[in-house]
C-alpha cells in the first residue's frame, strides 16, 4: 500500500510540473525542441541519467546515494536502487536487463533490474568511481575514477579484467565505441585518451582542451569522438586518425554531451559563465546565491553552428542523453530535477 501511494504521489507531481514553454532557438529559426515536462526525482543533485535500450524507462542517479527508474509514458517512479554512498555514474547493458553503477566509495556494482538488491560489488577503485560504461556486446564494463584509473571488469561475474593506467588525474568520462573496437576516456589532466579494450593497449592521445575534459562520446557511426570540458568548448575528433575536425566554443564550462542516434546533432549541458540563475548546495540541494544562465544547447554536427538553447533550466546540467528513437532528451540539474524535452520535428538520418 506504501508502495502503491508513493507511486501515485509521484505520478501527480510529475503531472503538475509538465510544461512546454517554447526554447530559444537561433533568429529565424524554427525552435525544434520544447521542453516536455519536469520530474522533481532527488533530495540532493542529480548526477547522472541515462535512457533504457528500449527508450520505456529512465534512470536517473544522485548524491542522495540512490537510483531511480521511472516510466517514460506515465511519469511513474517504478524502483527505488538505494547505494551505500552518493552515486556519481550510472549505464544500463544493453539488454535492458542489467544496469551498472559507480559510486563515490569505489564500488562498482551490478544490478539485476529483475532482483531489488545488486548482484554483486566489484571492488578496486579508490575514491569516487566517476564514469561506466557497458561493452556493446555486453560482456565487459568499463569504469573510471578519482584514482585516475580506467578498470574493464568481466559483466557476468564482476571479476577484474584489466587495469589501464595512463591519466594523470582525475578520470571522468569512458565510452564504448558502438562496435565495441575502441574506449575512449577524458581526464582532468586535458586529455583524451583512445583504448584498445580487448588488450588495455594505449592507442592514441587527442591533445588540445586547455583545462579538464569531462565528457567524451562516440557518433552512432563511430567515426568521430566528441569531448567536452572546462575550457568551455566541445572538439570533435576523427577516430581512425586522431585529427581534430572542428572546435565548437559553447560560452560555458561543458560537463556532458550526447549525439542524437541519427548523428546529426549533438546536445551539450554544463554551466554558463554569466547571467541569472541559482546556485545549489550539492549535497542539500538548497539554494545558495546567484549563478549562470542557459546550460543546455543544441548543435548540428556538420558545421557545429549553434541551432538552439533550451530555456528553463537556471541550473548547472551535470548529465544528458538522447532517447534511443531520437525523440527525447533528458538532462539531470543541481536543482535535484530532471527534464524531459521532445524534439517537434524528425530530423533527416545521416548515413
Sequence with gaps: MKLLFKTVLSALALLACTENPTSAPLAGQKPLIRRDRTIPAHSAVARELTFSPDGLTLATSSVDSTVKLWNLEHGWLLRTLTHPAAVASIAYSPDGKRLVSGAYDGGVRVWNLAESSPSRTSTGHTGTVWSVAFSPDGQ????????????LWRAADGAPIEVMIGHALNVRAVDFSPDGKYLASGSFDKSVRLWDPSSGAPLRTFAGHDQAVVGVDFSPNGKILASSGD???????????????RRIDTGNHTYKIAFTPNGEFLVSGGRARSAAGTLWHQLTAARLGARH???LKLWRVSDGSLLQTLAGEDND????????????????????????WRFLRTAPSVP
Design 293 to 295: 544562465g542557459e546550460p
Design 231 to 245: 575550457d568551455s568548448s566541445i572538439r570533435l575528433w576523427n577516430v581512425e586518425t586522431g585529427q581534430l575536425i
Design 140 to 151: 565487459r564494463i568499463a569504469s573510471s575514477g578519482e584514482d585516475r584509473t580506467i578498470r
Design 317 to 340: 546540467v551535470r548529465s544528458v542523453a538522447t532517447s534511443p528513437d531520437g525523440k527525447l532528451i533528458a538532462s539531470a540539474s543541481e536543482g535535484r530535477t530532471i527534464r524531459i
